[in-house]
């Protein structure tokens, strides 16, 4: 497919599985797409691909619109009826964006019902992920579960054990709050410095939208639980994965939701519905899904999920154990591998930043592999526990560049270069790589997955 088809932003190329794809091509000429709109698009692209301006002055592009039909002419959709409201009872992206998707990792296998599908942090603006974007990751598949039929069994070290229905559980007070929700194994090819070649396989296990549920402390203090000795929290899925995992309530009582909501209407089947554990900050398998019970306890429960799984393999052959803290972490996901600045000039360059420790402080962004940095600007909202976004102005003098973004938390927490969490961790581990991730600009505009440091 040549590069005058491909979808592009802002003067930049998508990464090539952006591209438009035959198949959707094909719809669009069948469904609708007359050859006036046809021609709006490639005029259209060949407008912004043809526009060659000097430094600092890509603005000028604007101005190329000169006997432009797309402004000149009427277009089909101011001289014929649109569509009526009741054909799209549930809404759905513009045709023009079938191909941001969430996407298997071509470096991962599929184990049978076990998958994991990435967000395209690249097709993304502001800091909330759609829900049909989220990011999904499922040890044993995922289901409809019918909410009749679904039940929480709250059960250790409480007065009175307690089996609660939907309805019980959505009479409770409820919070809504917006949080990221990182997986341990996010980021982990580049252990092995395997370049991965786009920012959602690189980054993509990592999604944040708003949640509602039932705090946690709220339904504890319900069953009368014994927060002397119940330091602990056992939370089990309901899938046939088993997946259990042990929660710190010393350190997380108060922040954990009990959650039906997302982004404002119920969970998605494949996001845990109807019910899942929220644990602002920790990892995402904690994160339990298809929630079917709660045990209070007095010491961690070391199950599979934890003692086998999701430890960290240190050089010395041993392992770490119980890190679920998502440590402070930022990458630029415009322009990202496997994009293309089709010119020089002005950037917008753009990226995310979060902690699992708290709100962001400040992130500094290099075009020239470290050497220098420079403050970008923190969009609002900025929330602790939640995705922040940044922004600064580049203008790209068409010579080769390194890319990097570095975050700093408000516990004075500061992103580390690759190399030195390889220094302390080596390189067999799988989880928890929250190193700067840099990205090459050829000076043909090409960007692509680089390690450097
Ligand atoms: N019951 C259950 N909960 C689960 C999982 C699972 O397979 N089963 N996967 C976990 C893992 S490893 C992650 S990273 C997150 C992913 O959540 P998401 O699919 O909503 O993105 O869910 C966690 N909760
Ligand atoms: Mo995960």
Known sequence: MSHKESKQRGQIRQAPENFLSPDLINDLSTHGLDDKRRGFMRNGLLAALGGAVGVGSSLNAFANSEGDPAILEKQVWQTTLGKNVATMPYGVPSIYEANLIRR?????????????????????????????????????????????????????LVKHNRVFTMNDLMRLPSVSRIHFIECGANTGLEWGNVAVPTVQYTHGMLSCCEFTGVPLAVLLEECGADLKKGKYLLAEGGDGSGMTRTINLEDMLNEVIVAWGMNGEMLRPENGFPLRLVVPGVQGVSWVKWLRRLEVGDMPYATKDEAVHYNDLMPSGLSRQYTSIQECK??????????????????????????????????DVSFDGGNNWKTARLETPVLSKALTR?????????????????????????????????????????????AIQSWKVESNGEVSNVQVG
């Not at 967000?119 to 999904?136: D, K, R, S, V, Y």
């Not at 994009?339 to 699992?356: D, M």
């Open 390 to 434: 940044f922004n600064i102005d580049w203008v790209w003098d068409g010579s080769p560049a390194i890319l990097q973004s570095r975050a700093i938390d408000d516990t004075g927490y500061v992103q580390p270069p690759i190399k030195m969490l390889r220094d302390v961790r080596g390189t067999r581990s799988i989880y928890h790589n929250n």
């Open 330 to 363: 930022s990458v630029i996901t415009t322009p990202s591998g496997g994009q293309q600045l089709l010119e020089k000039g002005f950037y917008n360059v753009t990226g995310l930043a979060w902690s699992g420790r708290g709100k962001i402080r400040r992130v």
């Open 104 to 156: 298997e990792s071509p470096g991962l296998t599929r184990v049978s019902a076990a998958s994991v599908a990435f967000t395209p942090l690249q097709g993304l603006f502001g800091i909330i992920t759609p829900n049909g974007l989220h990011f999904e990751r499922q040890h044993q598949g995922w289901y409809n579960i019918d909410p009749d039929k679904h039940r929480l069994m709250v059960n250790g």
